[in-house]
């Protein structure tokens, strides 16, 4: 095993590194900068742009490579929103014509998810008009969100490029990114234009072990192309503004645009992979879609030599557009059917038309893509061969192959795989009914409280984590906008609807970028409208990262006074922070100014319900996943109370739920029925549930979560063999791993473990990692494919039921269509954790049932009875104290079957404590639940006070805290006891107190209300 670095992705000359596509474009910038030098260039790199999935990333990445790009002269600077750093990286294209410089010239990235390619369509094509440096460059990289996951909209990139001429390539994976990238550059230089970069979902997000190549080769320049005599770079012109703007056009339309056509075919971009010498049936697919038409010809039975003896030809397109004409009629040459695979509107289809329309009739193929033969607009509604809506699946793409093959060539292969797709649909429509796992706030988001609004109020949603509102209050919560629209739709209803105010909901981080505008539109249309400004203090969206500027309570306040809001009131989680007013406004004959806690929220909203105006509310609280990420750092103080259910007092009500929408509130079922506890390892101490009318609460003070004491290893396995490590061949086809669960657990850990494990082994890796707006509670998917040679890996997702081994953390993820999708009898194996996570539904609905019988009945059905069930979650909390370790439980059970077929990295080898585990699990593997041990009750978890003093757990439930509660782990002689008092929840808090003051347990109780 050869040994690496986590630097070896950005420093690495030679062999092969692991990364993912976020990666790969920091490194592209690095690689960039040393292409120049070795060509005796002294150039420098710039990077702005806007954070949104499926770059939501990007940001950090840069941010944790700054000493990286420093060393190679590369600056981020992030962008306040999508087209400011837009014009900025524009600017890096002038920096000779304002001004001399030490540096010959700059290569800038722009990045912004494709809703920010919408809004830099002005600042795209003056770009584009104006042009690039000669020794400068820009690429323009948009994040495609084709199925919506993390989008209001789906969206797809590539007509507003062409709108813009710009000219767009788009990678088939990891592997492209840095050489692609860099023809980007070669190509901005040659042409003066920007140039396009299309980063899919499956392609950015997705890691894989890549040969580095020999990044300093030379890229062809086109000899066939003659520029005018000024060239076609950015230039200065004392022409007036409207001759300049017609130059411009010309120079696009008659060179610019033709000089990146002429880079594509000198450096064949577009060219035929596979190739057969009596060609009928050409496919054309780009990006995603070429890897998943070679997966849905495997799958098939075609191979390379196969399809050469039926006469199929591919061509890969790296540049959609503009498509070059040269290499795609020399492609079509013989062919009798061109199907065009790609993803959302057509692009490449209409120019294959518009290139073969006039050639000659004896030698032009058919073009089918989106519709058959008939074309577009014959049928009612559109008969779709591929949808351009959602996402394109290799099932998909397989069924057409298939259909276009079958005028001429049937095989076994054929009938049997569109059988299994036949067999599939039918399971699938069982799938349907598995309740979701929708995206949910976290335990003690402020937007739990803050979206909320009084009854027979409306609020409009705008772009953030407060936008799930729509789904979690519904009643409320309604509409919404584009990014920094939020509110203004209210300009247009007010004059016309009987509602006389409405409340509009806008993040801090929207407000920075665009959402003051609207704020400022507001109060010049004279609208009654409260705006709730929500201050958390963080990006909480996309992984917490820091508002790119000063924004604080009391510039956003002090703004909003200037911009003519007349009254404004902070709601404060700790209104004490504010007791110097100072920095606040003060209150005037124009201004009212008020400072509240959150408790008055209700009273507070329904004041500025009825003011005349616009009104202001800023919410402050720490977004709750930044708070535990500060607390882990001790950059936060530690939570002063923590909150226990006493169970006999509980009844079940669900009023703590309703209260606080708090999902760290779980099921406990009872002998007296369903009732309810708190989660430690995720609560985050907002103390909202305690709003609920119930004296079942328990308030716990001056302690924090204490994790229960693993067995020591040696007496783990005193008297169990050695563990022998299991086979891990993959053989010759790739070996797919599943792996479901739920937002904010590790699944994606899990991925990039099994991923840096197969690239340590040398082994070829492709891991995809599926979040979105998931991230929050939801379904989170990781697509893992491993291969003894990396030139087998194809598509990113696992196809249709190909999955080798579905490990599936979280049941009610393992049962979602998706994943019943890729499970096939005889074929998959389902290693699936059997605890019963509610849904975020459970704090609303208090009956809602776990639906567990029916879950395990499809999954076994699905993998023909293939399924292993077994409660990790039990059994990793019972050995490792906490539930976070469930899923790294699970892998290492999977691995210890033999199911990941990848040796873990060195550092993650289970130690033979875990051989038990294995062995205990193994007898529950017909489908039959595991035996459930009896929970011990909430007050069971209550700590000792320092000192040894029992009377705190006395107080609260006959004494049990002060003694153990043994129970046996099942199936072992040599595990022994976990006890209660090994696995209390709360542990006195640092620095220890007196007996008497360091832990104080208050009864919750609202019954002389």
């Known amino acids: 095993m050869k040994d690496v670095a986590l630097s070896d992705k950005y420093t690495a000359t030679d062999g092969r590194i692991y990364l993912n596509g976020v990666q790969a474009l920091v490194r592209l910038m690095l690689v960039q900068q040393q292409r120049d030098a070795a060509q005796g260039l002294r150039t420098a790199g710039f990077v702005s742009g806007y954070r949104g999935s499926p770059l939501g990333g990007l940001d950090e990445a840069l941010w944790a490579a700054e000493e990286h790009l420093k060393r190679h002269d590369v600056k981020f600077l992030p962008g306040l929103n999508e087209e400011l750093a837009a014009t900025a990286v524009w600017g890096t294209q002038q920096v000779h014509l304002t001004g001399g ?23 795209f094509k003056h770009m584009a008009h104006a042009g690039t440096s000669r020794h400068g460059g820009i690429l323009l990289v948009a994040g495609d969100d084709h199925g919506a996951y993390s989008s209001t909209l789906p969206n797809q990139s590539d007509h507003l490029f062409a709108a813009s001429m710009i000219p767009m390539l788009y990678p088939q994976g990891v592997e492209d990114y840095p050489e692609l990238g860099l023809h980007g550059f070669a190509m901005s230089r040659f042409a003066g234009l920007p140039v396009g970069f299309k980063a899919l979902a499956d392609t950015v997000e997705s890691s894989a072990s890549i040969d580095v190549g020999d990044a300093m080769r030379p890229f062809a320049l086109p000899q066939d ?61 780009s990006g995603k879609s070429y890897r998943d038409v070679l997966e849905a010809l495997e799958e098939l039975g075609l191979d390379e030599q196969r399809g050469a003896e039926l006469g199929l030809r591919l061509f890969k397109v790296a540049m959609p557009w503009p498509l070059e004409p040269d290499s795609i009629r020399e492609f079509a040459d013989g062919l009798e059917e061109i ?221 909003l006074a200037a911009e003519g809001v007349r009254r404004i009131a902070l709601v404060a989680e700790d209104p004490s922070r504010w007791n110097d007013r100072s920095q606040l406004p003060a209150d005037s004959a124009n201004l009212r100014f008020t400072v509240s806690h959150r408790d008055e929220m209700e009273t507070v909203q329904r004041e500025l319900r009825a003011f005349e105006g ?31 259910i006493n169970e006999l007092v509980c009844e079940g009500c669900g009023d703590c739920g309703v209260a606080s929408n708090c999902t760290s509130l779980q099921p406990l079922n009872t002998p007296f029925g369903l009732k ?22 328990v308030t716990v003070e001056g302690v924090t979560p204490r994790k229960a004491k693993a067995a020591a290893p040696a007496a783990a396995s005193a008297g169990l063999p050695a563990l022998l490590e299991p086979a891990h061949d993959l053989g010759q086809r790739m070996h797919n791993i599943l792996i479901t669960g739920i937002g904010g657990t590790g699944v994606i850990t899990l991925g990039a473990l099994i991923g840096m494990a197969a690239h340590l082994e040398g082994k070829g890796v492709s891991v995809l990692d ?27 997702r696992i196809p249709t039921g190909e999955a080798d081994l579905v490990l599936g953390c979280d049941m009610l993820t393992a049962a979602a269509a998706d994943a019943i999708a890729r499970m096939r009898p005889g074929r998959t194996r389902a290693i ?8 975020g539904h459970f704090a609303q609905q208090r009956d809602w049932e776990y639906p567990a019988d029916a879950l395990r009945g499809l999954i076994a059905e699905a993998t023909g009875d293939g399924a292993v069930f077994i409660d990790g979650t039990r059994l990793a909390t019972a050995l490792l104290g906490d539930a976070i370790a469930t899923n790294l439980f699970m892998l290492g059970f999977a691995f210890q079957q033999g199911q990941s077929r990848c040796p873990p990295p060195r ?68 595990m022994r006891t976990a006890t209660a008092a090994s696995s209390s929840a709360c542990a006195p808090s640092k620095p220890a107190r007196s007996a008497a003051s360091a832990c104080r347990v208050r009864w919750r109780s609202t019954c002389s209300a």
Not at 244 to 251: I, N
Request: glycine content about 8%; overall charge positive.
């Open 225 to 285: 192309f003659v520029p005018p005599d000024a060239g076609m770079h950015a230039r200065l012109s004392t022409d007036t503004l409207g001759i300049q703007a017609r130059k411009q056009e010309a120079l696009m339309q008659d060179y610019k645009i033709y000089a990146a056509i002429a880079y594509a075919r000198a450096n064949r971009l577009n060219h035929v992979t596979r190739d057969a010498p009596n060609a009928r049936l050409g496919i054309v697919a």
């Open 676 to 697: 309810r506890t708190v989660d430690q390892s995720s609560c985050n101490a907002d103390l909202s549930c305690l709003k609920g009318f119930c004296p079942s609460f």
């Open 832 to 839: 699936v954790n059997t605890h019963e996570q509610p849904t």
């Open 907 to 974: 550092c993650c080898r289970p130690s033979p404590s875990t051989a038990w585990r294995s062995r205990r699990t193994s007898r529950h593997s017909n489908g039959a639940a595991a035996p459930r041990s009896t929970r011990r009750r909430a007050t069971d978890r209550i700590a000792r006070p320092a000192g040894g003093a029992a009377a705190a757990g006395e107080r609260v439930g006959a004494g049990r805290a002060a003694r153990g509660i043994s129970r046996r782990l099942p199936g072992t002689s040599a």
């Open 101 to 123: 410089s030490d540096y010959d010239g700059v290569f800038a990235l722009w990045y912004g998810k494709a809703p920010g390619v919408d809004r830099c369509g002005d600042v």
């Open 614 to 644: 616009v009104s202001v509310l800023i919410y402050d609280q720490v977004c709750a996943a930044e708070k535990r990420r500060r607390r882990k750092k001790g950059e936060f103080p530690p939570a002063a109370s923590r909150v226990v």
């Open 339 to 559: 199907p065009v695979v790609e993803e959302k509107r057509q692009i490449v289809e209409y120019q294959l038309k518009e290139h073969l329309y006039n050639w000659r009739e004896d030698v032009r193929p058919r073009v089918i893509g989106k519709f058959d033969e008939l074309g577009e607009w014959v049928h009612p509604r559109g008969r779709w061969l591929l949808p351009a809506t959602a996402d394109l699946s290799v099932a998909q793409i397989a069924r057409v192959i298939a259909q276009r093959i079958g005028r001429f060539h049937q095989s076994d292969a054929i009938r049997e795989r569109l059988a299994l797709l036949d067999a599939k649909d039918e399971i699938l429509e069982k799938a349907v009914a598995t309740p979701t796992r929708p995206a949910w706030y976290c335990s003690g988001c402020p937007h739990n409280t803050s979206t909320r609004v009084p009854e027979g109020s409306l609020a409009l949603a705008g772009i953030g984590c407060h936008v799930m509102a729509t789904a979690i209050f519904p009643e409320h919560n309604k509409t919404t906008t584009q990014m920094g629209g939020e509110g203004a739709p209210r300009l247009g209803q007010a004059w016309f609807s009987v509602r006389p105010h409405v409340f509009a909901n806008l993040g801090d981080g929207t407000y920075y970028h665009s959402g003051s505008l609207a704020v400022r539109a507001a109060v010049a249309a004279g609208v009654n409208i409260t705006y709730k400004i929500l201050y958390n203090d963080a990006v909480a969206m996309t992984g917490g990262q820091p508002v790119d500027g000063p924004l604080t309570v009391p510039r956003i306040a002090h703004q």
């Open 770 to 796: 599926m979040t979105g707006m998931s991230q929050k509670n939801g379904s989170v998917t990781s697509h893992v494919r491993l291969a003894a040679d990396p030139s087998m890996l194809l598509a990113q």
